[in-house]
Nanobody, 124 residues
Framework: QVQLVESGGGLVQAGGSLRLSCAAS????????MGWFRQAPGKEREFVTA????????YYTDSVKGRFAISRDNAKNTMLLQMNSLKPEDTAVYYC?????????????????WGQGTQVTVSS
């Protein structure tokens, strides 16, 4: 099994920045693609960004392109999400996810492992 733990959420004003971290433990050798999803109250969980095992391929939903940056350090079993120019509509619980295959993965059901989530609140 793989365990994922997110950190770094919080309250920030619009235009500010936050950096989320995801730490993986357990059978980390099986992890390939990793990603971030988010879920706002009353809405479905939505894809935010994903990164391939090597880090050479990254994918973003249109609403965060140019503002968010995903990265990973396989030696440290960590993944980061740098969020800049935050908007109130970015407010959500952010979830770290990982899967055992290395493909472009933008649907929540494609992922095998999930963190517990971290709250990000952007005030206007």
């Amino acid at each position: 099994q793989v365990q994922l733990v997110e950190s770094g959420g919080g309250l920030v004003q619009a235009g500010g920045s936050l950096r989320l971290s995801c730490a993986a433990s357990g059978r980390t050798f099986s992890i390939r693609t990793m990603g971030w999803f988010r879920q706002a109250p009353g809405k479905e969980r939505e894809f935010v960004t994903a990164i391939s095992w090597s880090g050479s391929r990254t994918y973003y939903t249109d609403s965060v392109k140019g503002r968010f940056a995903i990265s990973r350090d396989n030696a440290k079993n960590t993944m980061l999400l740098q969020m800049n120019s935050l908007k109130p509509e970015d407010t959500a619980v952010y979830y770290c996810a990982a899967r055992n295959a290395d493909y472009d993965s933008r649907s929540w059901y494609q992922y095998d492992y999930w963190g517990q989530g971290t709250q990000v609140t952007v005030s206007s």
